[in-house]
């Protein structure tokens, strides 16, 4: 697959002040920690997002905290209510300092 | 009132067959439903595999050794090749002429996982020609390049390429020929599609026509028609794209018989028949699978 | 700075002191005035993400480990042919600038806190992922109200194993 980090933001038609959905995935292996090797026997180390953010226009909107729970190649999707058109910024943050953004213009109807 | 009912009946029936009416199914047919819904909600709501297409995008735009890409003939983003990936597999008069009779004839890279026919190599005469190796033969002998590996482990830039071109008739009717010089191989193709085989004894019909919708174990038997149109497919399983003969090598493989080569004969054969189960749905590439 | 999100209304703006049931309860004794949301940064719940056992995950979490059934829907498949890929959807049916965040358990899960979810300023309490199931177990979805509130729902997911797809 495409590398770790690559992701992706879709956004609904929004009208103003309605909420509309927005989709985002990102790859990342989720790697719990747990797991073994099964060539080496040694554990993979963790290796998760742990941080989500989401601007819209520079105003944070939506944030979430994940555990390494969520499943690999990361998908969430959350509603944003736009007054107005803009940009839609998310990024993620994961435990080894990894940092991955998107965007997405939201044209308000 | 009788006409309608029996309308209704079989419309209901019809409904619960393909798992869309979950609402009416009761018990058992309902929590069938329900499974294959979360993998639906999976499927449309983002389906992690069609970033491939975009990795296959960059492909087709990447120059070869003597400066042409795919894009240089095939148009920038490939809009030249609109619907014609639905047309595949073909039968053609020589299969695979890349100008190379030399070399070995399969390609073991290790073990059963990379076990392939030899992308370098030609194959002569008529025969079954898919998708795959129509990229390689332009890749051999239109931009001097190096052909791909066909294999699921080597193959990623096959792969992406693959998913790439199939997508670009996305939405169109697959159409693959059974008639005429195809007739002899759709033949073929069904008789292995049909026989028994295996320690289990079991044909691709047994699960896939005669046991449609049921389960075995915890997974539902999905019905031939509508497989092909999706592969490649996204696997939630390997959260990875997965070629389709990768998925017939992986299913004689559990039903404990022998699996082929890649671009083996008998799975090119098994392509016409197998695929033109599904003629007339929809191209949706890469689909998504448990 | 500015909401543009009218609907959001007042937030309570959790300081990062990682005590976040006591926040919570003194915003609820009415002694924290809720403000308008700046740019907010919660700090990650690590501790409530390790925390074993379904009751000590939801104390981490919330600062209690009981809430209220009902306003909130789980949309989650009875049996998930694939416990590494469970869809589900949370959502209530509170209003939105009343909704202040979801937390996730899944109860048979080593650590059961899953997520936690900042609805900020979205306009809809609604939100979707997907999670890893080890085994059948519960899932809970609780919805924390911006005064302190917590209401719950739970289903449980029936993770089988593999048939023929291998």
Same mark, same amino acid.
Do not use: F
């Given at each position: 697959m495409a590398k770790t980090g690559t992701a992706r933001i879709r956004v609904g038609s929004a009208q103003k002040g309605q909420p509309t959905q927005v989709r985002s995935l990102i790859l990342h292996p989720m790697e719990t920690g747990l797991r073994k090797d099964p060539k080496t026997g040694e554990k993979i180390p963790a290796h998760y997002i742990q941080k989500v953010k989401a601007d819209f226009n520079g105003e944070r909107v939506f944030e979430a905290d994940w555990s390494v729970a969520i499943s690999k190649n990361p998908y969430m999707s959350y509603y944003l209510a736009p007054q107005s058109s803009g940009t839609l910024k998310m990024t993620w943050e994961d435990n080894q300092g990894g940092t991955y953004t998107a965007e997405a213009e939201v044209k308000v109807g | 009132m009788k006409e309608r009912l029996s309308i209704a009946v079989a419309t209901i029936a019809l409904l619960a067959w393909t798992g869309q009416a979950g609402a009416q199914l009761t018990g058992e047919e309902q929590q069938r439903a329900v499974s294959e819904e979360g993998a639906e909600a999976i499927g449309e709501e983002f389906n992690p595999g069609e970033l491939d297409i975009d990795e296959g995008k960059a492909l087709f735009m990447k120059e070869g050794p003597n400066g042409k890409s795919c894009a240089s003939c095939? $148009?920038?983003?490939?809009?030249?090749?609109? $619907?014609? !990936? !639905?047309?595949?597999p073909k039968v053609v008069d020589n299969v695979y002429p890349t100008g190379n009779t030399s070399g070995p004839d399969l390609a073991h890279k290790g073990q059963k996982q990379g076990e392939e026919l030899n992308p370098a190599k030609a194959i002569k005469g008529e025969g079954v020609r898919t998708l795959g190796m129509q990229i390689n033969l332009c890749r051999i002998n239109q931009m001097d390049a190096e052909p791909y590996s066909f294999s699921q482990k080597h193959g990623t830039d096959m792969r992406y390429m693959t998913i790439f071109v199939k997508s670009l008739s996305n939405g169109q009717p697959l159409d693959i020929k059974t008639t005429g010089k195809a007739k002899e191989y759709w033949e073929k193709g069904k008789e292995i599609y049909w026989i028994k085989r295996g320690q289990l004894n079991f044909?691709? $019909?047994?699960?896939?026509?005669?046991? !449609? $919708?049921?389960?075995?174990r915890g997974q539902i038997l999905s019905n031939v028609r509508g497989q092909y149109n999706k592969f490649p497919t996204f696997r939630m399983k390997k959260q990875q794209t997965r070629l389709m003969h990768t998925r017939y090598r992986g299913c004689n493989r559990r039903i404990r018989a022998h699996d082929l080569p890649f671009q083996s004969a008998g799975y090119r054969q098994l392509e016409v028949y197998h695929g033109s189960l599904s003629n007339g749905l929809p191209m949706k590439v890469p689909g998504h699978s448990l | 700075m500015r909401v543009t999100n009218d609907n959001t209304g007042r937030r309570s703006f959790l300081k990062t002191l990682g005590a976040t049931g006591a926040v919570v309860a003194a915003a609820g004794a009415g002694l924290m005035k809720p403000v308008k949301s700046l740019a907010a940064n919660f700090q990650y719940p690590k501790k409530a993400f390790d925390a074993e056992g379904m009751d000590a995950a939801m104390q981490a979490a919330m600062g209690t480990s009981s809430a209220t059934e009902g306003n909130v829907s789980l949309k989650a498949p009875t049996i998930a042919e694939n416990g590494a890929v469970v869809p589900i959807t949370a959502s209530s049916d509170l209003d939105a600038d009343k909704v202040a965040k979801f937390h996730i358990f899944v109860a048979k899960n080593p650590a059961p806190y899953t997520a936690r979810f900042h609805m900020v300023g979205t306009g809809r309490p609604e939100v979707s992922t997907r999670i890893k199931m080890g085994e059948t177990s519960n899932i809970v979805a609780v919805a924390e109200t911006t005064d302190g509130k917590f209401y719950k729902a739970t289903k449980e997911v029936r993770v089988t194993i593999g048939g023929c797809g291998g």
């Open positions: - | 095939h $148009g920038k983003n490939g809009e030249d090749l609109d $619907g014609v !990936a !639905a047309k595949y044909s691709c $019909g047994t699960c896939h026509v005669q046991n !449609a $919708g049921m389960r075995i | -």
